[in-house]
């Protein structure tokens, strides 16, 4: 029997440089829903989904 744990869900990592711009495209044009935002003062930091996808956005990414 198999004891290890099913993945059941993942994000996909994106860099933003202005989070709100990303934002409007992704849910205007491409019908992506907004599923958090944090923290609320300041964000840095959004999840949106759609069409069987989760996405991140992060304005602080570093990665290449």
Do not use: C, W
């Not at 711009?21 to 989904?49: C, Q, W, Y």
């Amino acid at each position: 029997m198999d004891n290890r744990p099913i993945i059941q869900t993942a994000e996909i990592l994106l860099p933003a440089r202005e989070l709100q711009s990303n934002l409007d495209f992704f849910k205007e044009r491409l019908g992506f829903r907004l599923l958090s935002i944090f923290p609320a003062d300041s964000p840095h930091t959004a999840v949106m989904v759609g069409h069987g996808i989760r996405l991140r956005f992060e304005l602080n990414y570093k990665g290449p």
